[in-house]
T-cell receptor
């Protein structure tokens, strides 16, 4: 149980385009989902927290107009990187929990490369 | 905000050896998890352990919340244990702060 999927696993795009990443909880309903970013050989950094049916809460320094998050249902959250630039190239990982203060389960990650 | 430091940063072991990884945190925590990030980037839940001791096969973990540290023990290490080990803590904000990580390489 507690499986989280992400799609796509890898994406390469041209500078200026937008990319959407999906995060799904497959066997449980997730009231809260989290989006993280990880640069090579570094730790994970929390970007934003999303609760089903409400606006996402972004961490300091994360541009909400650039990283659009939608948590439309209890099993799906999406992250859209708008007008992507090479510096947005990174490994994006989502996690889901039944409640905000519970154990988190992580997706397999999406590797984004912006040319 | 809370600071999370892990040690050692890098560790090389021969297959079959035992090891202890440490996670120190600067404030009291409500939640603590240990993860193994495999070479493909997948984070695998090892333990949810805000306090106490748990064991799962060759792995065990202990969190001493009052002294603000957690330990992950790996016994009889195997090459498949290679990867990066992270602890992550939540100090009551419902947000995980990840530690600096321990990069483990197990040699055959």
């Amino acid at each position: 149980g507690a499986v989280v999927s992400q799609h796509p696993s890898r994406v390469i795009c041209k500078s200026g385009t937008s990319v959407k990443i999906e995060c799904r909880s497959l066997d449980f309903q997730a009231t809260t989902m989290f989006w993280y970013r990880q640069f090579p050989k570094q730790s994970l950094m929390l970007m934003a927290t999303s609760n089903e049916g409400s606006k996402a809460t972004y961490e300091q320094g994360v541009e909400k107009d650039k990283f659009l998050i939608n948590h439309a249902s209890l099993t799906l959250s999406t992250l859209t990187v708008t007008s992507a630039h090479p510096e947005d190239s990174s490994f994006y990982i989502c996690s889901a929990s039944v409640r905000a203060y519970n154990e988190q389960f992580f997706g397999p990650g999406t590797r984004l490369t912006v040319l | 905000g809370i600071q999370v430091e892990q040690s050692p940063p890098d560790l090389i072991l021969q297959e079959g050896a035992n090891s202890t990884l440490r996670c120190n945190f600067s404030d009291s925590v409500n939640n603590l998890q240990w993860f193994h990030q495999n070479p493909w980037g997948q984070l695998i839940n090892l333990f949810y352990i805000p306090s106490g001791t748990k064991q799962n096969g060759r792995l065990s973990a202990t969190t001493v919340a009052t002294e603000r540290y957690s330990l992950l023990y790996i016994s009889s290490s195997q090459t498949t244990d290679s990867g990066v080990y992270f602890c992550a803590v939540d100090s009551g904000t419902y947000k995980y702060i990840f530690g600096t990580g321990t990069r483990l390489k197990v040699l055959a």
